[in-house]
């Protein structure tokens, strides 16, 4: 049986968060979740999730300062989604800047979000199993 | 003897006073501690609630497990506060979600009964998330409700509620509204002018709308009308909007340079001299393309009096 597929959640909305992890647990991944920036880049360093899915504004560190570390810092290149309520083209400019996978604005679909994390998940994989020899 | 008789009813009021303010401070304690248990209380149970409601609404938005409806229709009818945290959860997950989803959330509100309450909760609370619910579900969309929310609403909440009133094509709210269109940004009355453009059912454009038009913002605004529309019938027009205004000079020309007209040579000379360089400099390029040479020369000498006339007011640091 396949490991589930770790995803760090964090959004400051307890509401909304808590609805998105069950949702995603639902559909087998293994959800842990942050309330702040700082939690946030704990999680990423101690729990090594295997992608990231954070809201922009946040208190203590925003979601661009997590993908700034998630991108650059730990080196292990983890894939990004940004959620923002606020789809500022100076924000989604410096998300793209900074290297982010995917950036969805709220309000979205959780259906959509699904799709979006199952492409990128199918993307690492082949980028991992590298090209197949037919 | 008489001066230990005052010194005495001194001492007796004094003691009334140290005794009232020893009163009043202990009043003032007790006051405090029971107002921060009773938050405290108050936010545990909104929390408690929250918890035990979430998992409910959850099971029915995503796995569509209606059969818990009914746990929500007793809860909302047993207390306000379980009637308030369930309106809290939906609020929130309305403003985040589209999709079906939202078709879910709406009919949450409408089977538990949450749906009358709404415009009354936003204007207690002040909760950007009931507002944004408001108009995300096409609630209070009366004319009343309209202006009673924008009296109330602030900062972002405003300009949302502005951007939605307008892109509604009302004439009552627009008349209601205009002088406040100068607090949204020129980038916003673009997206009211492309709104308008799909909705509108009224005409901004009769001969009485430059005289109602009460501030430089609102008349920009339909200058800008005029100009994104290709509302050439309403040129006529024009002449009511000039003001001192460099912008109004900038956005009429702008019009003219669009939709040349022989029509415009009149307002264009009457214009003359503008404020801004730039302004005289587009004046003179329009005319020259209509042919009026004569016109040019004459007004050359218009600017030419003007400016010496503004150096005489203004002279230069001379000794």
Redesign the interface.
């Known amino acids: 049986m396949n490991k589930p597929y770790k995803i760090l959640l964090a959004d400051d909305?307890?509401?909304?968060r808590?609805?998105m992890e069950?949702?995603l647990k639902?559909d087998g991944f293994d959800v842990i979740c942050a309330t702040n920036g700082n939690q946030g880049i704990e999680l990423l360093i101690a729990e090594k999730p295997e992608l990231v899915v954070t809201d922009v504004l946040m208190p203590f560190m925003n979601g661009l300062e997590i993908l700034k570390i998630a991108k650059t810092e730990l080196g292990n290149n983890t894939p990004v989604i940004i959620l923002s309520?606020i789809g500022l083209d100076a924000t989604m400019a410096e998300a793209f800047r900074l290297g982010v996978d995917d950036f969805v604005t709220?309000?979205?679909?959780?259906?959509?979000l699904l799709l979006r994390i199952n492409k990128i998940i199918k993307q690492r994989l082949q980028v991992s199993q590298g090209p197949q020899i037919k | 003897m008489e001066k230990l008789l005052l010194s005495d009813a001194d001492l007796v009021n004094g003691l009334f006073l140290t005794i009232f303010n020893v009163l009043l401070i202990v009043c003032g304690v007790l006051f405090l501690a029971i107002f921060r248990r009773s938050r405290r209380r108050n936010a545990i149970t909104k929390d408690h609630h929250?918890r035990r409601f979430?998992?409910i609404?959850?099971d029915i938005?995503?796995?569509e497990n209606y059969k818990r409806v009914a746990e929500l229709k007793v809860a909302v009818s047993r207390s306000k506060a379980c009637a308030d945290s369930i309106a809290?959860?939906l609020s929130?997950?309305?403003?985040?979600?589209?999709?079906?989803?939202?078709d879910r959330l709406k009919f949450l509100f409408k089977e538990s009964g949450l749906e009358d309450d709404r415009f009354e909760r936003f204007m207690q609370t002040g909760d950007m998330r009931y507002f944004k619910q408001l108009l995300?579900f096409g609630a209070a969309d009366d004319f009343d409700s309209m202006i009673r929310l924008l009296s109330v609403s602030k900062g972002q909440s405003r300009r949302e509620l502005l951007l939605y009133i307008l892109g509604k094509g009302d004439i009552k709210l627009f008349w209601a509204i205009n002088d406040q269109l100068g607090t949204l940004s020129e980038w916003d009355q673009l997206l009211v002018i492309e709104k308008l453009n799909k909705t509108s059912k009224f005409n901004l454009f009769d001969e009485q709308f430059p005289i109602h038009l009460k501030d430089e913002a609102c008349k920009l605004f339909v200058l800008r009308l005029i100009r994104r529309f290709n509302l050439v019938q309403h040129h006529s027009l024009l002449l009511f909007f000039l003001s001192d205004s460099v912008k109004i000079e900038s956005e009429v020309i702008s019009i003219a340079e669009q939709f040349p007209s022989e029509a415009n040579v009149f307002m264009l000379k009457s214009m003359f001299p503008c404020k801004d360089p730039l302004n005289n400099i587009r004046i003179r390029k329009l005319l020259k393309s209509y042919g009026e040479g004569k016109d040019i020369r004459e007004l050359d000498g218009k600017l030419c009096e003007w400016q010496t006339m503004q150096f005489n007011f203004y002279p230069p640091f001379m000794n």
């Open positions: 909305d307890i509401v909304f808590d609805a069950f949702r639902k309520a709220k309000p979205f679909s959780p259906n959509e | 929250q979430l998992p609404v959850t938005i995503f796995l809290f959860i929130s997950l309305s403003v985040n979600f589209s999709g079906e989803e939202t995300q």
